[in-house]
């Protein structure tokens, strides 16, 4: 028995009055039980029906149909008369019952109904609780998404400033490698345009400290002026340099052994060259015919080998 009919069975001495729907129930249960003792009565009357027909066929066999005929008759009428008023209450039964069931339906889904407000209200209260809690949640992450975007607009700041520093240092690191380039180097040719800039000579040769050799030629140098730094300078070669008047810085290279100049128009004097005690061999080439102190110089460096073409 479903739980609804159990209760209803219970009757009136459980206590509190049943709901109208658990009586509705058992009235519906009543009427089911009633129509289902009409139909096994239907249902007998039925089966008498059909052993009296067969009785007939008998009393036809034998020849008694017209001493029975009478009765048979009259009791056939009954019964069809009982199987109709039957069927007729059957029917109206069978109407009240699906009247009631609709009823109970109705009454159930009313009860269906309320549950479901109960849990509708529920589920509305949980997903308050969780639209808060997820409103909460993005506020947090929009705080520590702020403080990511000012994390992120500081290394941006920091890598600018990283970068300009380390442009900076590779600069220096070009310059430091070229100038451990000239301290090593023994032999160095200046020629424009260059990668070395011969406009300040001073700032070029300052640490050419083991330089031996040094050519330059087609500048656009006014002074020899920081020449002094080479202090192992043996050979010097002077091309198209048109702008030099004075080889005065010449005598601090107490080294040089030879000399070379070629199309140095503007050079005027060779006075300086007497304090280059070891020069030996000095070439001389289209520069201005008259060029000052070689005679003192031819006596100040006897040894001296001077080739003037």
């Given amino acids: 028995m479903p739980p609804r009919r159990a209760r209803a069975a219970a009757g009136p001495g459980g206590g509190a009055a049943p709901p109208p729907a658990l009586l509705l129930i058992a009235h519906v249960d009543q009427l089911d039980t009633h129509v289902n003792q009409l139909e096994e009565s239907l249902v007998d009357q039925v089966a008498r029906q059909g052993q009296l027909k067969d009785r007939v066929e008998l009393l036809e066999k034998d020849g008694r149909v017209d001493q029975l005929g009478g009765r048979l008759v009259h009791q056939e009428e009954d019964l069809e008369d009982d199987v109709g008023q039957l069927r007729g209450y ?5 109407g009240h019952f699906v009247q009631l069931r609709g009823r109970v339906q109705h009454l159930e889904e009313d009860d269906r109904v309320e549950h479901l407000d109960g849990r509708v209200t529920a589920t509305q209260h949980q997903m308050a609780n969780g639209f ?24 941006q700041q920091d890598v600018v400033q990283l970068a300009a520093e380390l442009s900076g240092c590779r600069e220096d690191l070009k310059q430091q490698r070229a ?38 030629w087609s500048s656009g140098l006014e002074s020899l002026e920081g020449i002094q730094a080479c202090s192992q ?47 030996k061999i000095l070439s001389i080439s289209d520069c201005h015919k008259d060029l000052v102190g070689m005679k003192a110089l031819k006596a100040a460096l006897p040894h001296l080998h001077i080739r003037k073409l």
Avoid at 90 to 94: A, D, E, I, K, Y
Avoid at 188 to 196: F, H, Y
Avoid at 243 to 255: D, Q, V, Y
Avoid at 262 to 276: N, Q, T, Y
């Fill in 179 to 216: 100038r451990a380039d000239l301290m090593e180097a023994e032999t160095l040719c200046l020629r424009e345009p260059s990668k070395l800039p011969l406009r300040d000579l001073r700032r070029l040769l300052e640490h050419c400290t083991e330089l031996h050799s040094l050519r330059m």
């Fill in 233 to 279: 300078l043996t050979r010097l070669h002077l091309y198209d340099i048109p702008r030099i008047s004075s080889l005065e810085p010449l005598a601090a290279c107490s080294k040089l052994k030879w000399l070379n100049i070629k199309d140095c128009v503007g050079l005027e004097s060779l006075e300086p060259l007497s304090a280059c005690k070891k020069l």
């Fill in 132 to 155: 808060q809690q997820q409103a909460a949640r993005v506020g947090l992450l929009e705080t520590g998404l702020g403080a990511i975007q000012q994390q992120v607009a500081t290394t």
């Fill in 90 to 94: 059957v029917v109206q039964l069978r």
